[in-house]
């Protein structure tokens, strides 16, 4: 089962790689860039290793037993 995380950002979009740090799933950037470009990120359900990709409200990015709903 996954466990529930909600983001709420303030500007249009957020690009994948800060999100992953911005909603505490890694401690790094560096560390959010590896899981990115190992394909270990699924955005709206496909996996994604752009970590520029930009996410914006009502997307959702699941990583290992993580999902992040952008509000």
């Known amino acids: 089962m996954q466990e529930q995380v909600q ?3 303030k500007t249009e979009f957020i690009k994948l790689d800060s999100l992953l ?3 505490g799933l890694c ?3 560096g560390f959010a860039k590896e899981l ?3 394909g270990a990120v699924k955005v709206n359900g496909e996996v994604c290793t752009m970590r520029g ?3 914006r409200p009502g997307d959702v990015v699941e990583v290992d037993k993580f999902r992040v709903e952008v509000q």
């Open 7 to 9: 983001v709420k950002i």
């Open 21 to 23: 740090k911005f909603a």
């Open 27 to 29: 401690d790094t950037g």
């Open 36 to 38: 990115v470009q190992q």
């Open 53 to 55: 990709k930009k996410i």
